[in-house]
């Protein structure tokens, strides 16, 4: 566009300070600005740190991705030339050095994770994004890590976290932004995966008004390899976002095996159900308000049950549906067999004949009242079912052990 003032108006803005002259075109092609970009973040790291970026598996991904981008940068004659008038602090020279302590991983998986993709010998000048200026605050602050000083007292935890997922006692689920059932929240005591490490916040601050009027708070992030870092909420947030790898960490209790409703992330894996017999059989018809088959299906409910009267797992008769629980995030033929398992000795023992003749014997039939499997199920959803067993003759869940204390 023309430059429409005047000379008087250009010098009343000269008057003002107000530059007026136009931008100088840049000279340089795209690949040496897309160098000049990557070095200068190399640049600002020094500056933070006083220190090159380090290799090795104990630094920060952002620190390693910068002392691998130095390295290609070093080794390439024309990155050299270009870059040297502004290398005011020795990094291609080798006058500020890289302390390496060995790192296996893969430089250019270390490359791809920064956005360097593949062009020949100059991958290195191939930035596939450029990142805002709140991105780049974010991953600043993420990589602004230091020695824990008290790790000892917080090992503990990051050991019974990878126990927990070992176990299936905690999942994880990707970071997301819809926070319309909270999963977007940061709270005290929470764990997450961040970069390829366990992150837990140890400490929130007192809420904070940022400039963009969203609320904020200074955190601080315990990670499983023994460092720290004191950053905003909002920076976690952005870093967990943009980590395609980034995922919260569930507690014991949350992400219930049942749920009313799913969250953005869940996977519907199935329904379980419970259903009453209308079979004539002597031994169902005089229990009808007790028997109960307790199933899980990965379809429809009403379809599983169309054709009941055909099915001697049916026992061979309609039925009617009693209760059903969805099913989310979870292995639906370990839980059934985990049902079953609780209300064991409550089976049914009953034969049925097939339209063949053939006898068969249900495994999936209790003679259980619906309240202790509502009960049985709220017990698995808080995690405490490992603390009760199925009293026959009470017809209840009792704790472990008090059958035996009553000399049954």
């Known amino acids: 566009m023309a430059n429409k003032f005047t000379d008087e108006d250009d010098a009343l803005l000269e008057a003002l300070g107000i530059d007026v002259e136009a931008p100088n075109q840049s000279s340089r ?46 080794e390439q004659a024309d990155c050299r030339s270009l870059l040297e008038p502004m290398d005011h602090q020795g990094l291609l020279s080798g006058a500020l050095t890289l302390a390496s302590v060995g790192d296996d991983l893969d430089d250019d998986a270390l490359l791809a994770e920064l956005g360097v993709g593949e062009e020949g010998a100059d991958s290195v000048t191939n930035l596939r994004h450029v990142r805002s200026t709140a991105e780049k605050r974010a991953a600043e602050e993420i990589a602004n890590r230091e020695k824990c000083p008290d790790f000892p007292k917080f090992k503990p935890l990051f050991a019974q976290v990878q126990a927990d997922l070992d176990s299936g006692v905690r999942t994880t689920r990707p970071f997301v932004k819809d926070a319309g059932f909270g999963k977007a929240d940061i709270a005290k005591g929470e764990f997450f995966i961040l970069g390829g490490q366990v992150a837990y916040v140890a400490e929130v601050g007192e809420t904070i008004k940022a400039p963009n009027g969203e609320t904020d708070a200074r955190l601080r992030v315990i990670y499983s390899n023994g460092t720290e870092s004191n950053l905003l909420l909002r920076s976690l947030q952005r870093a967990l976002y943009k980590d395609d790898a980034g995922r919260r960490i569930t507690d014991p209790v949350a992400g219930p095996l049942f749920a009313d409703r799913s969250e953005e992330g869940d996977h519907a894996t199935g329904t379980v159900y419970v259903l009453r017999s209308k079979s004539d059989h002597p031994t169902v018809a005089a229990n009808r308000d007790l028997v109960h088959k307790i199933g899980v299906t990965g379809g429809d409910v009403d379809r599983r049950i169309a054709n009941a009267r ?22 639906r033929t370990r839980l059934e067999n985990v049902i079953h398992r609780i209300f064991g000795a409550a089976r049914l023992n009953i034969e049925i004949k097939d339209r063949m003749g053939i006898p068969i014997v249900p495994r999936e039939w209790f003679l259980v009242p619906i309240f202790a499997i509502d009960e049985a199920i709220e017990r698995i959803r808080d995690g405490s079912i490992s603390e009760y067993v199925y009293d026959a003759q009470l017809a209840k869940l009792v704790l472990a052990g008090a059958e035996v204390a009553s000399g049954r």
Not at 313 to 319: E, Q
Request: aromatic share 10%; net charge negative.
């Open 29 to 74: 092609t795209p690949r040496e600005e897309r160098i000049i970009a990557g070095f200068e973040e190399i640049q600002r790291f020094v500056e933070q740190h006083g220190r090159a970026p380090q290799h090795g598996e104990d630094r920060d991904i952002f620190e390693r991705l910068y002392a691998v981008r130095l390295d290609r940068l070093r």
């Open 310 to 331: 055909l099915d001697p797992t049916f026992l061979m008769a309609d039925v009617e549906v009693v209760a059903t629980y969805q099913l989310y995030n979870i292995n």
